[in-house]
């Protein structure tokens, strides 16, 4: 053993103390019983998935798009495999989503889907291929962000998933990102047979956000009542312990009618600085669990921030589900 003077014993107590005082891994803040997903785009940086990382158990990176024909999907690139590392190293679980979005149209596109579930041979391709990605690269599972599914292609999107399941490795997972209603008929009115997504999947996260947006009349991004409508459905048939309630971490402007200005998504952050700028006062809804504000040039703004998401947390213990799933990391306020 090496000798050690009086000031290289200060510095060793100093750096214990460090260790002590610091989150421990990345489970240090998540709330007690509960799974938290936190969804990433493939920009995101590394130091963002470090400022968040105690308060999630997974990182779900955003993504990879089944192409036009619906029968291949586009392996992810140098970013993907950047942010996998960075939730491996803070001891966090790794998705990659895998998504129908086009950038061409700047949307989800109904009709690549289609072309991919109404075909036996496309979706076992599709579902090899993401296998293959997650056996090679090391991700822990895959989070399929089919939206704007066709009521037909219900029972396609259950042999999706299904599929997808069989051909990873059987320690992986696969979850779903489900779009909000608030009947079992009205989910199956949106390609979401519950009963055969809750058999093949591991775990099912529930939007509960965009209730309102730009395209409506402004109100709540995901009100409270909405989302315990939307669970009280899905639950009826989904078992809780699959289930991740999904929690909105930004927000929506609704400029003054007759302005010429559109409506846009706005960052937690930059919600309250457009507030401050203007001088107008937000104000807290307990209804709703959300901040709205009136500035002065009649533009409207609604937003879920922090103290949102501790009401989203206590409707998650409520209800006795698996957890929250947070949209996203850079908009929302740093997980806690």
């Known amino acids: 053993m090496h000798a050690c003077h009086a000031s290289d014993m200060r510095l060793v107590a100093l750096a214990l103390s460090v260790l002590l005082l610091a989150p421990t891994s990345a489970t240090a803040r998540v709330p007690d019983g509960l799974e938290v997903t936190g969804w990433v785009l493939q920009s995101g940086s590394n130091r963002l998935v470090a400022r968040n990382a ?12 089944i192409t036009a024909s619906g029968g291949a999907v586009a392996a992810p690139g140098r970013d993907h495999a950047r942010l996998l590392a960075a939730a491996h190293r803070h001891g966090l679980g790794a998705e990659l989503l895998v998504s129908n979005y086009s950038n061409r149209s700047e949307g ?19 579902a090899g291929r993401l296998a293959r990605f997650v056996a090679d690269q090391g991700w822990d599972g895959v989070n399929v962000d089919f939206e704007r599914v066709r009521a ?25 990102d489900v779009s909000a209603a ?32 730009p395209w ?19 639950l009826s048939v989904v078992p809780a312990h699959q289930v991740q309630l999904g929690v909105a971490g930004y927000g929506y402007t609704w400029p003054r009618p007759g302005s010429g200005r559109h409506g846009h998504s706005v960052t937690d952050r930059r919600a ?33 921030d922090a103290r949102s998401y501790r009401k989203r947390v206590a409707l998650a213990r409520e209800y006795g589900v698996r957890g929250l799933a947070v949209w996203r990391l850079g908009s929302a306020d740093t997980l806690r």
Request: glycine letters at 10%; proline letters at 4%; aromatic letters at 8%.
């Open 54 to 65: 105690g308060g999630l158990t997974t990182l779900s990176v955003a993504g990879v798009s």
């Open 108 to 126: 989800f596109d109904p009709r690549r889907l289609h072309r991919l579930l109404s075909s036996d041979a496309r979706i076992d391709r599709v």
């Open 152 to 176: 037909a292609d219900g029972d396609g999107l259950v042999a999706f998933v299904t599929a997808l399941q069989d051909a990873m490795p059987a320690e992986r997972t696969v979850s779903i």
């Open 182 to 213: 608030t009947s079992v008929r009205s989910y199956r009115d949106r390609g979401y047979r519950l009963t055969g997504l809750a058999g093949a999947v591991d775990v099912v996260d529930l939007m509960t956000y965009d209730l309102h947006g």
């Open 216 to 234: 409506s009349r402004p109100g709540p991004v995901g009100a409270l009542d909405w989302q315990r409508d939307a669970l009280d459905a899905l």
């Open 272 to 304: 309250r600085a457009l507030v401050a700028e203007d001088g107008a006062t937000a104000h807290w809804r307990p209804g709703p669990g959300e901040w709205t504000a009136r500035l002065s040039d009649g533009t409207r703004l609604w937003w879920s």
